[in-house]
């Protein structure tokens, strides 16, 4: 990869303005890219947009019907947005269990939807999507969280399959922790269903199936989302990417 490698693509990131989306969005943007941060938080992505020389787009992607008719034109597509809820499934609200999949299955198949024609005439893509470890695993009270990244990962494959033949790529990075706002949120939450301190979630709970202990930087994620959007992962397609500390390998 060259320093300017992304040079007159146009990239849109969905939770661009924090965490794992910010770390790609600089990432993108460093490499010469024109960026779309699509965030709820409208002054967050304005910030972001004006930091980079990109622009915001303002957008509650869990409103899913309005993006039934969208017509996205950009080269580089990362499905990132989320949020995360844990409680056991007897206590889990349906409306947060069908807003979580609105906002991380429905959004990313729509948006995925709208941007390939535009791919698929300029015969090239890449359609990179934030899954997870529990787009793998499983964990107790996460229902919705491991029922959308799970589907994540089927909708990536088949976006592989459909887009292969016009130069268009679609894969899923699997991370575990990373050191986000995301994660920082659900220690209080961790630490009630698990009846144990908050002080003692993130090395009881959260590393405990990793070999490597820490969390994941932000960085680091965006540095394969940067590899996996370049033309030396052409042929890199349908696959999940663990970045996890060795969790998926028991």
């Not at 990373?178 to 009846?195: F, S, Y």
Request: charged share 20%.
């Amino acid at each position: 990869m060259t320093d300017q490698d992304l040079q007159g693509r146009r990239a849109l990131v969905t939770g661009g303005a924090s965490g794992i989306g910010l770390a790609c969005a600089r990432e993108f943007a460093g490499r010469g890219a024109h960026v779309v941060i699509a965030d709820r938080d409208g002054a967050a992505a304005d910030a972001v947009a004006s930091e980079l020389g990109g622009e915001p787009w303002i957008v509650d992607l869990a409103e899913t019907t309005a993006l039934d008719d969208l017509d996205l034109d950009v080269d580089i597509l990362v499905n990132n947005a989320g949020i995360q809820r844990v409680a056991p499934i007897v206590d889990f609200e349906p409306d947060t269990f069908r807003f979580m999949l609105r906002l991380m299955l429905e959004s990313p198949f729509l948006l995925t939807r709208a941007a390939l024609p535009k791919m698929y005439e300029r015969g090239w893509g890449r359609i990179v999507n934030i899954s997870s470890a529990h787009g793998l695993r499983a964990s107790a009270f996460k229902s919705a969280y491991v029922a959308a990244k799970h589907g994540l990962e089927g909708l990536s494959k088949v976006t592989a399959l459909e887009g292969g033949p016009h130069g268009v790529t679609s894969n899923c990075i699997n991370p575990a922790y990373v050191r986000t706002p995301l994660v920082e949120k659900q220690i209080a939450d961790q630490a009630v269903v698990h009846g144990i301190p908050e002080g003692e979630v993130v090395e009881k709970i959260m590393l405990t199936e990793t070999a490597i202990k820490r969390l994941i930087e932000p960085e680091e994620v965006a540095s394969l989302a940067g590899w996996l959007v370049s033309d030396s992962a052409g042929m890199v397609t349908g696959a999940s990417y663990t970045m996890d500390g060795g969790w998926t390998a028991r």
